[in-house]
């Protein structure tokens, strides 16, 4: 382990784009489709690209997960350099892969790792593809710069991936450390070891951790149409207060901001967000966002998306989110991930629907969620 072995640090090409801020009201536009067809937001500036939700929506781990049998093993070890203040990955190789090619029974497979919960760019490092084997030996050090007091809050995610040049890449097979009960003293924990692949444990994980909570209110304002009573359209208004109790990702550091969506638009003129405040895990923002264009029957199929995010350098990186909604699982007749909110989420929402014209108030605790991918 204290050899000079040159890591592969090279970034890969994630799910992942920064947005813009945005700015004033967005309404909520209806194309002429099937009945079955999805409802998708719009800039009142212009109209924006049909987003396809069955298609977008995906987990913050970029790739194809559950099309491979997850077998075989990886051999790696750890140790912490004190001299360097530097976590040392030595993946050394795997055997008996599954074969993502299964006529010629071989695939390209490569390591990533990550410190969780930072999963964001600052957080990966993955060495080469080893092609065509599914026996690939690597005998790489990554390195993580990271003071030990903090490196004992994480864990240590190592997945083995498929390299596809033409799709997504494919998952097989993942091990994890929690690394606050790791015997860092331990020489036997300094030395190669085999552990077994297994398939996709970390989003469950990762959701029982605290992520803090928001203070969030909304209101809807309906928007009577001249000569009828009944109104036809309506405004959404989103009052995000403040953050409690956030991940501290970076120590003691951090820079947060929030973003919000009302799904099933995921394109970026649908995407407003807050400024970012440093320095505190408790982040006050007092920041209205305001959505138009809804109907009634639109507040049972649409949903607000609000996530938490930390910028850091040139990445942003997931802290927790809320979706706020009826929590159906569909949206106008697709069955839809995202329709997942929580007893409390779909709470909050029951009661601005029923009380037009008033803000209602609630505290709820942030998650683990899988985001929407944007579209252009």
């Not at 077998?71 to 140790?79: E, L, P, R, T, Y």
């Not at 989110?321 to 009826?326: D, E, H, S, T, V």
Request: hydrophobic residues 35%.
């Amino acid at each position: 382990m204290s050899k000079s072995v040159p890591a592969f640090l090279q970034d890969e090409s994630d799910d992942r784009e920064t947005d813009t801020a945005s700015e004033g009201s967005y309404q909520l536009s209806r194309h002429k489709k099937s009945p079955s067809s999805l409802t998708n937001l719009s800039s009142s500036s212009g109209m924006t690209s049909l987003s396809s939700v069955s298609g977008s929506v995906m987990s913050v781990y970029s790739g194809d997960f559950g099309n491979l049998e997850v077998k075989g093993s990886i051999q790696f070890a750890v140790d912490y350099v004190d001299s360097l203040k530097e976590l040392h990955v030595f993946v050394a190789q795997c055997k008996d892969l599954a074969a993502a090619d299964i006529k010629k029974q071989r695939s390209d497979p490569y390591i990533k790792t990550y410190l969780l919960p930072d999963k964001g760019k600052m957080g990966k490092k993955k060495t080469p593809v080893v092609k065509k084997t599914l026996n690939p030996v690597y005998n790489e050090i990554l390195r993580y710069k990271i003071e030990k007091q903090i490196l004992k809050t994480q864990k240590l995610n190592v997945s083995v991936w498929h390299r596809d040049t033409f799709k997504r890449n494919s998952f097989l097979g993942e091990v994890e450390l929690d690394l606050e009960t790791w015997d860092w003293d331990n020489k036997q924990n300094k030395q190669l070891k085999w552990y077994p692949l297994k398939r996709k444990t970390a989003p469950v994980a990762l959701e029982a951790e605290k992520r803090g909570e928001m203070k969030l209110a909304l209101q809807y304002v309906p928007e009577p149409a001249p000569g009828k009573k009944l109104p036809t359209t309506g405004e959404v208004h989103i009052w995000v207060k403040e953050c409690l109790d956030l991940p501290l990702l970076r120590g003691s550091h951090l820079n947060s901001f929030v973003k919000c969506t009302i799904l099933p638009d995921t394109s970026r003129k649908s995407r407003q967000k807050t400024r970012a405040v440093g320095k505190t895990a408790s982040p006050v923002f007092n920041h209205t966002m305001v959505y138009d264009g809804f109907r009634p029957e639109d507040l049972t199929e649409a949903c607000i998306e609000l996530t938490v995010w930390d910028h850091y350098k040139l990445t942003n990186q997931f802290l927790g989110g809320l979706r706020i909604g009826f929590g159906t699982g569909k949206s106008y007749g697709t069955e839809v991930d995202w329709m997942d909110s929580t007893p409390e989420e779909v709470a909050l929402w029951e009661k601005m629907v029923n009380s037009p014209n008033t803000w209602i108030e609630a505290t709820l605790p942030l998650r683990m969620l899988l985001i929407a991918k944007i579209s252009k």
